[in-house]
């Protein structure tokens, strides 16, 4: 992109948009050529230490292999920011390769599929009251609900169940099922998500999916509270 399409894009005066991209460059998250700037070599770099140091990724990567690989699906560990939810994660336990459109690294549609709406149902009330002030009139957070009070009831139906499931949201015959990540805080970290084919789901009695979900959820739940209270306790580097 240039800096004209970047400055529009995010609607910024071209002389603040060429500081910024001067500022990005000089730290290599941008880089540039002939007057386009594209992504850095930083960011391969940062996606490194991420997968080596994110506490949640740690903690969740293995729990979703081994659940993914004895059910013969595909296994997703989800977390999110701002209004955004993105799929970290990502492991194949079916035999046949599934073809998802929302893969680790992309950011899901925020009212729509099983992995969205719990996490969606697991954030405070003053989170979903502000999300939906912002996307109140958007068709997806509609389907949830029409109103506010719906849109909360529906999601709090969500979030008493413990797991969700979701036919054709994101791709057609696919299934997906999701149960939330908390931290110890009681605040939502993420989601653990199962996707099959319709007919691999069909193979299953969703409640028995849904007790087998919530277990695996239960134990990132802990290895995320110990990997954040061994980083909490490491030493930082020695000053002098």
Not at 97 to 110: A, E, I, K, Q, V
Not at 155 to 182: C, F, H, N
Not at 220 to 236: F, I, K, M, S, Y
Request: proline share 4%; with cysteine; charged share 20%.
């Amino acid at each position: 992109m240039t800096a004209e399409q970047i400055a529009e894009s995010l609607g910024l005066t071209r002389t603040t948009c060429y500081r910024y991209a001067r500022e990005l460059s000089h730290a290599g998250l941008l880089v540039s050529d002939g007057g386009l700037f594209m992504l850095g070599p930083r960011i391969i770099e940062l996606d490194h230490r991420i997968v080596h140091s994110d506490p949640l990724l740690n903690a969740g990567e293995p729990v979703v292999t081994a659940l993914a690989d004895s059910l013969g699906a595909t296994g997703l560990l989800t977390t999110s920011y701002d209004d955004r939810i993105i799929n970290i994660f990502e492991h194949e336990g079916s035999l046949e390769h599934l073809p998802l459109s929302f893969r680790r690294g992309t950011t899901m549609p925020l009212f729509r599929s099983s992995t969205s709406k719990m996490i969606l149902a697991s954030m405070s009330r003053s989170r979903l009251n502000r999300l939906w002030k912002t996307y109140q009139h958007d068709p997806d957070c509609q389907a949830i609900g029409k109103d506010w009070l719906s849109f909360w009831k529906a999601l709090q139906t969500i979030k008493r169940q413990g797991y969700w499931t979701s036919a054709g949201e994101l791709d057609a015959g696919m299934v997906g099922i999701s149960a939330p990540i908390l931290f110890a805080t009681g605040a939502v970290a993420g989601s653990i998500s199962l996707v099959f084919t319709r007919d691999a789901f069909r193979m299953y009695e969703t409640e028995l999916l849904g007790a087998r979900l919530r277990p695996a959820a239960a134990q990132v739940c802990r290895a995320l509270a110990t990997n954040l209270r061994d980083t909490a306790e490491t030493p930082g580097p020695a000053t002098r």
